[in-house]
């Protein structure tokens, strides 16, 4: 096996990459301040941030297996959290989910809440046991903890199924900020994101992926925070938008109420119309995520880089508070537009709105009296038939898309062109980390945790290699043409990723370690059907008719509600109907158990 | 388990990850609960039930998981399991 490398190299990269982008962002803000074009800017910014990445990607290149997989399982909790952390918030929760508090707080909040306990069940259910087991990933874990090769065919194929729409929709979302950064055809900008994450997984695997990861998570952290912490110590004097956005929206209120009418008409993210309203959709929506979220096969396999049971508590700890980071100010982010749109807007003469409406108008998601907001031509012709029109913006006139909320938040914000830039790089950053984080769980479950178990003699630590690399290739190809072919599909089957860890991969997974009845029958039997119900029901979602029942009101997220029960019961069924595990079994559930001793799965050989 | 001091630990693991997991529960109803008694009243400009959802469930959670790393730790090293 490698020698470990000093722990300290992923904090020495960190505080270096952090140097770089602060000299970067700072540089860029004074070409900005000096009249530098906006679309140079952002031009710089992606090719710069697309540059940095590659380049880490290929320092952090490996033929070790134990790098490859694990990182030498060397990474440090911190470390292991930010990159935890970045994998999950993806591109579609570093956008939607402040576009969903922007439309109403009570879906949002639920989905905000329920990602939080995924971590927490995550560091007390079953981190530390995954880390104990020495898997490489959550087939390898299942192998290992049950045996037989079913179980480990299927559950390969409910990470499959359940995180390749989530890859696809990561380099649809990339491509498109791409594209719209470098100026370039959408079909350049995928194959541009194509190569780019090739580089950052093929050559270096997790070791490579850990170190990028934490790189996007820098620039995604330091994107969202630093925008809304300026408005809310420049509009309320405290940093902390967390505490101040409630102020906004009584503000906002007030300017509703002084005018007699709403200015402007909210509307949720399209990328996260799966939130529903009431209180069993809030409660499902919970329950989900906090499953589900402990159950993602990208993030499991974190828990297997840290040195041990406990670092792989304190990396769920981490990553809890990494992800806080980012998704606390998503309210704020709603509620600041709110306010600065309603003070800042209103009545506004047609000719003198800002840039940003136009901007965002072109991409359908900026509507002012019913058309797309491209030009101010276009504005005054369909204003003009308006009954009271003045030339000035009038009520109700404007519609603002919450997939837009983000991205145009600095321009809301009356920030510099230079961070409305530095923003798309951190939504960009986010789809990177969580694409190449899912490409890479597919490609191991089948390159390394289901080709190990399905031979009695175990592979090379060479051809597993060869194949996952193989596999990672095919992962990302397909997953470029299905996110470039079909970008609505992706992102709408996208949250169904969690759904079907929750449905398809948590029952066994939870049952394994903290029941010790639970057989390999059991498990396969939980996988099965819990997955498949999980999977029908995402499918009759997306495409109506898919089962013969009518609409069932359950979302691509709350679909996990039903394959969560179903997986329970069947595992619990066919784990009574069948015979107990043997001694060698139960001895293998308490070793996982015990925080000390030998992992059973044994770093292989170097190649 | 090998012996008496492994199945206390993990009677004790089990007991603790149980009350974190009623405490999760008890969070998770807490904005739902608080918004139905409280409705429309505002702190800090929120209504009750968000400020509970935004602001004091995602720290609840993060003081729950770094409580149960510590606890977690001192539980392993009583019982002479802890992974050094």
Known sequence: ?607 | MRDFSEIAWWRETRQFALAIGVALIVIALLPALLSSHFGDHLVLGMRFGTLVGTVVAPLAALVAALAFTVRQRVIDRRHDVADE
């Open chain 1, 1 to 607: 096996m490698a020698r470990r490398p000093p722990a300290r190299s992923y904090g020495k990269l960190a505080l270096l990459f952090a140097i770089a982008f602060a000299i970067l962002a700072g540089v860029l803000g004074l070409l900005d301040y000096f009249g530098l074009p906006a679309d140079i800017l952002g031009s710089a910014v992606c090719g710069a941030g697309l540059v940095a990445l590659a380049a880490i990607g290929v320092y952090a290149a490996t033929m070790q297996s134990s790098e490859f997989y694990l990182a030498a399982r060397a990474v440090p909790a911190a470390g292991s959290g930010a990159a935890s952390a970045a994998s999950v918030i993806s591109g579609t929760l570093f956008i939607g989910l402040a576009g969903t508090y922007f439309a109403g707080a009570d879906g949002a909040v639920a989905a905000t809440v329920g990602w939080c306990f995924g971590f927490v069940v995550l560091a007390v259910g079953l981190a530390p046991y995954f880390r104990k087991s020495g898997a490489f990933g959550v087939v390898d874990f299942l192998g290992v903890r049950y045996g037989g090769r079913p179980v480990r065919i299927a559950a390969t194929l409910v990470v499959a199924t359940a995180l390749f729409p989530a890859t696809a929709a990561a380099f649809a979302l990339g491509a498109v900020i791409t594209s719209n950064l470098l100026g370039v055809s959408a079909a350049a900008a995928l194959v541009m994101i194509g190569v780019v994450v090739l580089v950052t997984t093929a050559l270096g695997g997790v070791r490579a992926i850990t170190r990028t990861a934490i790189a996007e998570y820098i620039v995604m952290a330091s994107a969202i925070v630093v925008p809304a912490t300026i408005v809310a110590f420049h509009e309320y004097g405290s940093p902390l938008p967390q505490l101040t956005f409630g102020l906004a929206l009584h503000d906002a209120g007030l300017l509703a109420l002084a005018s007699g009418r709403d200015i402007a008409t909210f509307t949720g993210s399209g990328a996260w119309s799966w939130l529903g309203g009431g209180a069993f959709n809030a409660m499902a929506t919970v329950a989900v995520l906090a499953t589900g979220v402990a159950a993602l096969p990208q993030l499991l396999m974190r828990s297997a880089t840290v040195r041990g049971p406990e670092g792989a508590r304190r990396s769920a700890s981490w990553g809890l508070l990494f992800i806080l980071v980012v998704i606390g100010v998503a309210p704020a982010y709603a509620a600041f537009a709110h306010y600065l749109i309603a003070r800042d807007i209103a009545d506004l003469p047609l000719e003198r709105l800002p840039d940003w409406i136009f901007t965002f108008g072109h991409l359908g998601l900026v509507k002012i009296c019913g058309i797309a907001a491209t030009s101010v031509n276009a504005l005054l012709g369909a204003c003009s038939s308006t009954a009271g029109f003045t030339g000035n913006l009038a009520a109700n006139e404007l519609a603002v898309s919450g997939d837009a909320v983000v991205l145009a938040a600095p321009g809301i914000f009356g920030l510099p062109d230079v961070v409305t830039a530095l923003v798309a790089l951190g939504a960009l950053a986010a789809a990177l980390a969580a694409g190449k984080a899912m490409a890479f769980a597919i490609a191991s479950a089948f390159g390394h945790d289901l080709y190990s178990g399905m031979t009695d003699v175990p592979p090379s630590s060479g051809r597993q290699l060869i194949l996952t690399r193989l596999t990672l290739v095919a992962v990302i190809v397909l997953a470029a043409w299905f996110g470039g072919r079909h970008p609505g599909d992706a992102i709408a089957l996208a949250p169904g990723a969690v759904a079907m860890a929750a449905g398809g991969l948590f029952p066994a997974l939870i049952l394994g370690v903290w029941w010790k009845r639970a057989t390999a029958m059991g498990a396969l039997g939980a996988i099965v059907a819990g997955g498949s119900v999980t999977a029908a029901l995402v499918l009759h979602r997306h495409y109506p008719g898919f089962l013969p029942f009518g609409d069932l009101r359950l979302s691509e997220v709350t679909a996990g509600i039903a394959g969560l029960p179903v997986g329970f019961a069947a595992a619990v069924a066919l784990s009574l109907a069948s015979e107990p595990p043997n001694a060698e079994r139960m001895g293998i559930v308490d070793a996982i158990r015990r925080p000390g001793g030998t992992p059973f799965v044994q770093e292989s050989e170097s190649l």
